[in-house]
């Protein structure tokens, strides 16, 4: 693969990241916004993965994590 088919694929991906990352801020976003918790966006400032599913739970139904 030459240079410039490389450096293209890498944009792309990145691009692909960065959309990806951006669609989780706004699925935790509406998440705080319905159920009323705080404090669930501001993890993604320090996070690169975003917020796993069993990490919410607890913020969904209620219940504390053992």
């Known amino acids: ?3 410039t088919n490389s450096s293209r694929v ?10 990806w990352r951006e669609l989780d801020y ?3 976003r509406l998440l705080e916004r ?3 918790v705080s404090g669930l966006t501001d993890r993604f400032a320090s996070q690169r993965g975003g917020i796993r599913v069993h990490e919410l739970e607890p913020h969904l139904y209620g219940y504390e994590k053992d």
């Open 26 to 28: 706004a699925q935790a």
């Open 34 to 36: 319905q159920s009323g």
């Open 1 to 3: 693969m030459s240079t």
């Open 10 to 19: 890498r944009r792309i991906v990145s691009r692909i990241r960065e959309t």
